[in-house]
T-cell receptor, first 117, second 111 residues
Framework: DTGVSQDPRHKITKRGQNVTFRCDPI?????LYWYRQTLGQGPEFLTY????????KSRLLSDRFSAERPKGSFSTLEIQRTEQGDSAMYLC???????????????FGPGTRLTVL | QKEVEQDPGPLSVPEGAIVSLNCTYS??????FMWYRQYSRKGPELLMY????GNKEDGRFTAQVDKSSKYISLFIRDSQPSDSATYLC???????????FGSGTKLNVKP
């Protein structure tokens, strides 16, 4: 399977703990996105990488959140000092190209469902 | 006001019906419009992509964009129970990296 993969699929943690999620994009895709989705809502943009450079961050991404994409391959999203409001599905997506259809066609992973108790 | 508005449904139709799903948006700079299907507890899957105004057809699916009204639609012909899912519209501006999603419309196709 050459799709986007995410690990873990589910994470239950206690308030105040740190958690880290991993995303492996489609191998030739240079663009990688992180989104957060809560129940009954669409995905909300968190951050964007082009290769290893983090080029855009949403105001939703508080200082407790950090994302990396070393060597432009897989990416990690870390949440420090988790709060109950962080409970959500965290989605990763990747795409390729510089403009037009391939640029805009994002392929999503299955998501990591985070529950903060 | 949200950038993209979408009726959450749920929308319940009998098998074989034509389904119409819609989104409105406020930013006239949006040029790229996408429709995703999301099954419960899964990631979204891209169904259709259109650029600017006009229609695009792919099998049972037709995407329509009316930029003058800031209104996009997805039509599903001969709907099947397997089409039961949440449908998300998404859009963005030229050369921008931030994509804006609607909240999704839940569709139930009854056998």
């Amino acid at each position: 399977d050459t799709g986007v993969s995410q690990d873990p699929r589910h994470k239950i943690t206690k308030r105040g703990q740190n958690v880290t999620f991993r995303c492996d994009p489609i191998s030739e895709h240079n663009r990688l996105y992180w989104y957060r989705q809560t129940l009954g809502q669409g995905p909300e943009f968190l951050t964007y990488f082009q290769n290893e450079a983090q080029l855009e961050k949403s105001r939703l991404l508080s200082d407790r959140f950090s994302a990396e994409r070393p060597k432009g391959s897989f990416s990690t999203l870390e949440i420090q000092r988790t709060e109950q409001g962080d409970s959500a599905m965290y989605l990763c997506a990747s795409s390729t190209g510089t403009s037009g259809p391939s640029y805009n066609e994002q392929f999503f992973g299955p998501g990591t469902r985070l529950t903060v108790l | 006001q949200k950038e993209v508005e979408q009726d959450p449904g749920p929308l319940s139709v009998p098998e074989g019906a034509i389904v119409s799903l819609n989104c409105t948006y406020s930013n006239s700079a949006f040029q790229y419009f996408m429709w995703y299907r999301q099954y419960s507890r899964k990631g979204p899957e891209l169904l259709m992509y259109t650029y600017s105004s006009g229609n695009k057809e792919d099998g049972r699916f037709t995407a329509q964009v009316d930029k003058s009204s800031k209104y996009i639609s997805l039509f599903i012909r001969d709907s099947q129970p397997s089409d039961s899912a949440t449908y998300l519209c998404a859009m963005n501006r030229y050369n921008f990296n931030k994509f804006y999603f609607g909240s999704g419309t839940k569709l139930n196709v009854k056998p």
